[in-house]
């Protein structure tokens, strides 16, 4: 992954997280494992602190857009970010 270019920063202190919109430029579409590692290295976080919302990238383009929210801890994240086994759990019930 190479560019960074920070396209919207918005400090959100209800939720403890600052929401981020960011365009990297790479040659192949980077998987979520890929972008909280290097959003994480970008920003100076930890790995667990962020949630990768949405890749979005054109066809033919080697621009992709990246939502993030990066959180101040763990905890913050687990409070707001339900994990997929927990909504599944909520349905079976």
Same mark, same amino acid.
């Given at each position: ?8 920063q918005r400090e959100n202190p209800l939720f403890n997280r600052k929401e ?17 590692e290097f959003v994480a290295k970008e920003f100076s976080s930890h790995v667990? $602190?962020? !949630?990768?919302? @949405?890749? &979005? ?5 080697? *621009? ?7 959180? $101040?801890? !763990?905890?913050? @994240?687990? &409070? ?5 086994? *927990? ?7």
């Amino acid at each position: 992954m190479k560019d960074l270019k920070i396209i919207k920063q918005r400090e959100n202190p209800l939720f403890n997280r600052k929401e981020m919109k960011i365009s990297i430029e790479t040659n192949i579409a980077p998987k979520m494992k890929e972008a909280e590692e290097f959003v994480a290295k970008e920003f100076s976080s930890h790995v667990d $602190n962020i !949630k990768i919302r @949405k890749i &979005k990238g054109r066809f033919g383009s080697n *621009t992709f857009i990246i939502t993030v929210n990066i959180y $101040n801890s !763990k905890e913050d @994240k687990d &409070k707001m970010e339900k994990s997929k086994k *927990t909504k599944t759990e909520e349905k079976k019930e």
